[in-house]
């Protein structure tokens, strides 16, 4: 299943540095998510999710 995390990020603006300091990892950890090589846990989707939520990027 394709995510949508990079299609968000876009629309929203934001860069994966950003992203990524912003729920506490490397920008290419967001790549790794965006791209499907590496699965984020529940708890990273919940902070994802709280970012998007905070900085309405939805």
Do not use: D, V
């Not at 290419?28 to 998510?33: D, E, L, S, V």
């Amino acid at each position: 299943m394709k995510n949508r995390l990079k299609e968000l990020r876009k629309a929203q603006g934001s860069t994966l540095e950003e992203i990524g300091k912003a729920i506490g990892f490397q920008g290419n950890t967001i790549y790794r998510y965006e791209t499907g090589n590496r699965e984020p846990t529940f708890e990273i989707w919940k902070k994802l999710a709280h970012f998007k939520t905070k900085y309405l990027w939805f």
